[in-house]
């Protein structure tokens, strides 16, 4: 096990009905700002729960935030909580309005352009406090300090994290998902299974504690994953995928383990090159990256087949492909395609988006630096 | 799943060389009462390290916090801490140490007769600072907020817990525990054990994640744990312990999910009648405990013997019985005896032991309450 630190404050309260009990969680005499992404918090009745739980206090609704969160967009949020005198933020959708609430929060209290947040990677000392109701089991942003926010302008998608933005509090309430489209339920199963591998599927450092936690992750994650669409009122179901997602990506499966993440960058140049889904892109990657890097992740992966998939026959090489076949069967089973070709685009862009990588600087991703550009047009070509 | 509410805002600070790291943790100008047990962390060095690492700040000592931390010692603490105009505690030990050291810091701070926050469960909302340097992997007391404290003059012991009480930091340090004594290592195995257990096999609520955790947990403690006392300078192994022990009881695996908890209660009438080691008299109920409420635990049980014992042949009662079996033969090879004759006690006292739960009220115990003065006398039988 490698040394680590980990610390989480943030509280989470979970279950049926807990929207109410923002109540307690902000101060009485807050002026609050709701932040929100598109009208699904109207039309759920989310909206008008967080509103009748927040009683007599002056509230105020930023919506519109968008998936990959602007900037330009969140310094709008920025002026309207200046001018309307908030001091506290509540954020009501999923990981974009999240991620977009804690650059906001950021922002208020930075002494300077808030742009270098980003950009600069300038120090985040301190953040106006926020809290969140989530409604999109996926990206974990409600119990981590990370958010990602991309500049419509300059082109870029940049990421920052500070100890002052994790959220004081997430409600998490299951029914508020039962309302989503299935293509969003899909994703969020993929990019929260992929969170977890990108933290496991490394090589062994004898973590047992992390590595039996994501094994028990990504397990709950293929029994409720397919459960998720076909029953989407199953309060249990939707329940374990809430509460998996947010552990896959808290700091604790990932503390004291090499970590990948070279999955998430190639896919990143997916979505901006071809406008694709992340999660769509997740599942591009993955497969085609674990085949690529089988040497590299040998142990790991007969360890993923024995464990997750419980694969225990046939030689090494058969229980690895088995593995890698499982994890592509079961996006597909999720109505994710995991080819290229199955979004329609061929292989042409390679070039592309290997350049796009060298650009953007990545040129040695992976838990060992190994994936360097010609290991990143071998994956990209293996996902035709 | 049923709703809940997690926080845990303890920050881990974990590995070889990591006690160095206080010194970032504590404030330049603190003045620090460092707080511990027997002399051990003055014989295998733990204290010179944390005296180096507070620098140039003004430390003082307070020596001899017992097992089972007692009031009137913790008292003489306080006292001390007003006399040197401290504002920060540094626990320095094991459980007892972290737990008494709760009780200091509440009561530094508590406008009142402290022993009403045990007695009359007072409010604790403020507390003096502290953080713990852990050398002893069992108790989790380093990443909660709880503590258990006795009176020796009117012979009670009384938990508390509040918000304020948990550790700023813990610094866990594997190699701090190689000079432990076998008998506490084992000890400290069949604690955390026994509090997944408490946590876990009692009936199904649909808790896909806080299952496999809890069962990531068991398996890890059957894998390190004898492996620790015939390996003590395995860092891996001790690492896996320490951490194991930590989440055992952080509350994040009981989050969401039924209590038990009468293998604890009952054992603590062991311990105030005959003063066995606590762990030793979990060892001792807990197998009977699961054997007289197979019933009620079926499905649990089940489960338990298939995941954590990989016991899936057979019926069902040969399976549950063998998972009960491979629990008592675990804690033996752990040499800690699983009957009440190991330690020269016979049925005599057994009278007494329930007498005693009635007396304090313990008469309702277990997950559905079922854990009668009838039912604690056949399980008291069944462990002679």
């Known amino acids: 096990m490698q040394n ?7 509280k989470i309260i979970f279950g049926e009905g807990q929207i109410a009990a923002l109540n ?4 009485p005499d807050a002026r609050v700002l709701i932040t929100s992404g598109g009208g699904s918090v109207k039309s759920n009745g989310v909206l008008a729960q967080v509103q009748a739980a927040l009683g007599e206090r002056a509230w105020f609704v930023f919506g519109g935030i968008e998936p990959n969160p602007i900037y330009e967009t969140l310094m709008q949020a920025v002026a309207m909580a200046r001018e309307k005198n908030i001091d506290f933020l509540l954020a009501v959708g999923g990981g974009s309005v999240i991620d977009g609430t804690k650059f906001i929060a950021a922002a208020l209290k930075f002494d300077g352009e808030p742009w270098d947040i980003l950009e600069k990677q300038a120090e985040v000392r301190d953040a106006m406090p926020f ?3 989530l409604t999109l089991p996926a990206t974990g942003s409600e119990m981590n300090s990370g958010s990602v926010i991309s500049h419509r302008a300059r082109g870029d998608k940049l990421p920052f994290n500070s100890e002052a933005t994790y959220p004081r509090f997430s409600v998490l309430d299951p029914t508020t998902t039962y309302s989503l489209p299935p293509r969003q339920i899909a994703n969020g199963v993929v990019d929260a299974f992929v969170h977890i591998v990108e933290q496991y599927l490394t090589y062994p450092v004898g973590a047992s504690v992390q590595d039996r936690f994501a094994e028990g992750l990504l397990i709950t ?15 249990e179901v939707r329940a374990n995928l809430m509460w998996a997602a947010t552990m896959a990506l808290n700091g604790l499966i990932g503390a004291g383990v090499p970590q990948d993440w070279a999955t998430h960058m190639l896919g990143h140049e997916i979505t901006a090159l071809h406008g694709l889904d992340h999660a769509q892109t997740l599942a591009i990657v993955l497969p085609a990256m674990l085949s690529v890097r089988r ?6 992966l007969l360890q993923y087949a024995e464990r997750v998939w419980n694969i225990t026959r046939g030689s090494e090489e058969d229980r690895i492909t088995g593995a890698i076949t499982a994890t592509r069967v079961f996006f597909e089973r999720l109505t994710v395609g995991t080819r290229l070709r199955d979004y329609k685009i061929g292989g042409a862009s390679i070039g592309t988006l290997v ?11 992976g838990e060992h630096g190994g994936v360097t550009p010609e290991v990143a047009r071998q994956v990209y070509q293996m996902s035709v």
């Open 4 to 10: 680590f630190i980990f610390r989480n404050p943030t």
């Open 24 to 27: 307690a969680e902000i101060p």
């Open 131 to 133: 809290g969140s109701v």
């Open 221 to 235: 994650l293929t029994e409720v994953g397919p459960q998720a669409l076909d029953e989407p009122h199953n309060y």
């Open 295 to 300: 040497e590299e992740k040998r142990a790991k």
């Open 355 to 365: 350049a796009k990588l060298e650009e953007h600087g990545m040129t040695a991703l």
